[in-house]
């Protein structure tokens, strides 16, 4: 069993992936790691934390890029 810590980053792997544009629905990213509900939250969770990952209803999807603010 693999834990939501490490299915994070498969998680901001797979989102960031070029063949889904940046977005995944949370069934389709179930699927393809394999792990239930409740793992998939947990994982998804720590994601988010760690700004790797956004999540919009059932999405999971890049964040937008932070604007940098330059010194004067």
Do not use: F, K
Not at 5 to 24: E, I, M, N, T
Not at 31 to 42: I, P, Q, Y
């Amino acid at each position: 069993m693999t834990t939501p810590v490490y299915l994070a980053s498969r998680v901001a792997a797979h989102v960031r992936d070029p063949r889904w544009a940046g977005a995944l629905h949370r069934d389709h990213l179930q699927e393809l790691l394999g792990c239930d509900r409740r793992t998939l939250n947990a994982a998804v969770a720590i994601a988010c934390n760690r700004h790797a990952v956004d999540v919009c209803w059932g999405w999971v999807v890049l964040p937008l890029p932070v604007p940098v603010q330059r010194a004067a």
